[in-house]
């Protein structure tokens, strides 16, 4: 069975520098998606950057960025020029393109952002 | 505005009772999810189903009962089975292969 790990339970970063969370998973697949989900307070889960894992090519959504490293099981989120905004928490996710419909998370990093 | 609709928001329980949460999508989404979270657990996947009339069981779905008689509706029913059922629930829906999304969560309380 799939699993995914976020072991950093809390982050904390300062307005306008740059934070990097962990995750890892583990699968026997070699083909599957990987996904970056935020939560603020608000409790609303709202996807941030995904990963197709047959692209080489780390994805980017304007200060949001991600390290995939395939042969590791490592997928990490790198906020830039972070913002008040940002905090919340983030959920590492997996899906399987072989069980298409079994999306798992992790048990989320609490990111807070200081001025 | 198509989107997911979860209701209610705040939703109290009996102890022995059963209770259902609705979720409502109009996104022509063909998958839908329900999600338990609790504190520093994630979210933690109960039932889910890919199309009308056909649902699997999830991680933890000892205690709940879902239906899928249209695409558009996936309810949730807690049970008196299930004996902690004080919890954040989450309904999400997907169509094909593209990313979930989610609604706003219903947060249940045994009383």
């Known amino acids: ?115 | 505005d198509g989107g997911i609709t979860q209701s209610p928001k705040y939703l109290f329980r009996k102890e022995g009772q059963n209770v259902t949460l609705s979720c409502e999508q109009n996104l022509n989404h063909d998958a839908m999810y329900w999600y338990r979270q609790d504190p520093g657990q994630g979210l933690r996947l109960i039932y889910y189903s890919q199309i009308v009339n056909d649902f699997q069981k999830g991680d933890i779905a000892e205690g709940y009962s879902v239906s899928r008689e249209k695409k558009e509706s996936f309810p949730l029913t807690v049970t008196s089975a299930q004996k902690n059922p004080t919890a954040f629930y989450l309904c999400a829906s997907r169509f094909s292969n593209t990313e979930a999304f989610f609604g706003q969560g219903t947060r249940l309380t045994v009383v």
């Open chain 1, 1 to 115: 069975a799939q699993t995914v790990t976020q072991s950093q339970p809390e982050m904390s970063v300062q307005e306008a520098e740059t934070v990097t969370l962990s995750c890892t998973y583990d699968t026997s697949e070699s083909d599957y998606y990987l996904f970056w989900y935020k939560q603020p307070p608000s409790r609303q889960m709202i996807l941030v950057i995904r990963q197709e894992a047959y692209k080489q090519q780390n994805a980017t959504e304007n200060r949001f960025s991600v390290n995939f490293q395939k042969a590791a099981k490592s997928f990490s989120l790198k906020i830039s020029d972070s913002q008040l905004g940002d905090a919340a928490m983030y959920f590492c996710a997996y899906r399987s393109k072989e069980n298409t419909d079994k999306l798992i998370f992790g048990t989320g990093t609490r990111l807070q952002v200081f001025p």
